[in-house]
């Protein structure tokens, strides 16, 4: 009866090896269903990459720095041509109306 036992707990070892590994297949199929559709999902969303976000923000910051330097030297120029911040000139007054009927008139 020993041989028969060992026997049968040979092959109940083997099945759930192989239920195991069944399992693993399984499993495994089932993360890379999961994983094409997250994607899919994912791309349909037209959502950034985290690499080209970092990207664009580095070249924000870059044209944010050159717009101040350019904005510091513009200032220098206009102080040094004494143009500045001087409101326009005032326009010369209008010319009198034309002789009107009924008008005196010289």
């Known amino acids: 009866m020993t041989q028969t036992t060992n026997r049968f707990f040979d092959e109940v070892a083997r099945l759930m090896n192989d239920a195991a590994g069944v399992a693993q297949g399984v499993r495994r199929e089932f993360e890379t269903l ?5 994607e899919r999902w994912l791309r349909d969303l037209d959502l950034v990459k985290r690499e080209e976000f970092e990207v664009v923000k580095d070249m924000a910051r870059l044209a944010r720095e050159e ?3 350019l ?9 040094k041509l004494g143009v500045g911040n ?13 002789d009107q ?6």
């Open 34 to 38: 999961v994983k094409t559709q997250t």
């Open 67 to 69: 717009n101040e330097a």
């Open 71 to 79: 904005k510091v030297r513009i200032a220098a120029l206009e102080a």
């Open 86 to 98: 001087q409101s326009p000139p005032t326009p010369p007054p209008a010319p009198p109306p034309p």
């Open 101 to 106: 009927p009924g008008g005196v008139s010289g």
